[in-house]
């Protein structure tokens, strides 16, 4: 298993400002994963970040909105950039250990956009 | 395109009044099956993974099952604390490995 801590836990921002949300890991892990869930909904991949590489995005998001850094492999970064309301979500930082597709998460940002 | 139904949106139950909830898929060669547990406002909490047809897993009071078309819950005498959303995820071999999830299926158990 792996522990994931994820900050800050919740934001309020207003509308046109940025976010950068932390996810720290206790081990060492190639893939961490960023999702969405949005009010009522289920989780949507945002994207896949690998540690020396460019992040991979889903269809629907892009760079530009969700920038995200990996300086290591156990640390990432996701930046909620020029927030509007719509952006108001929980934001799930996620990783796979163990060579199989386990997923572990951390306990999420809820951002609300004014 | 792959895609996960769960039903039903919610559930109520009274204590230690058994029930199932149903996760139907449509994927494209499936390589896992997960169950998670979310309670509110935190993270969701890996439960199981299925990869075969079949197979079945138990956890206290929890037993997921999986055929080639669906998976069930079984949620056996619950208690109040078994309250939470749970959801159904796959892994299938035409993605790069990401996880589709379902909706999910708030329970509330009262006592």
């Known amino acids: 298993s792996a522990v994931i801590s994820q900050k800050p836990s919740r934001d309020i921002c207003q509308r046109g400002t940025s976010l950068t949300i932390q996810c720290q890991v206790d081990s060492q892990v190639t893939m961490m994963f960023w999702y969405r869930q949005q009010p009522g909904q289920s989780l949507t991949l945002i994207a896949t970040?690998?540690?020396?590489?460019?992040?991979?995005?889903e269809s629907g998001f892009v760079i530009d909105k969700f920038p995200i850094s990996r300086p290591n492999l156990t640390f990432s970064t996701l930046t909620v950039s020029n927030m509007s309301p719509e952006d108001s979500s929980i934001y799930l930082c996620s990783v796979r250990t163990g060579g199989n597709e386990k997923l572990f998460f951390g306990s999420g940002t809820q951002l609300s956009v004014l | 395109e792959d895609q996960v139904t769960q039903s039903p949106e919610a559930l109520r139950l009274q204590e230690g009044e058994s029930s199932s909830l149903n996760c139907s898929y449509t994927?494209?060669?499936?390589?896992?099956l997960f169950w998670y547990r979310q309670d509110p406002g935190k993270g969701p909490e890996f439960l199981f993974t299925l990869y075969s047809a079949g197979e079945e897993k138990e956890k206290e009071r929890l037993k997921a099952t999986l055929t080639k078309k669906e998976s069930f819950l079984h949620i056996t005498a619950p208690k109040p604390e078994d309250s939470a959303t749970y959801l159904c995820a796959v892994w299938s071999g035409s993605n790069t490995g990401k996880l589709i999830f379902g909706q999910g299926t708030t329970l509330q158990v009262k006592p």
């Open positions: 970040a690998n540690q020396g590489s460019e992040a991979t995005y």
């Open positions: 994927v494209s060669g499936l390589r896992g």
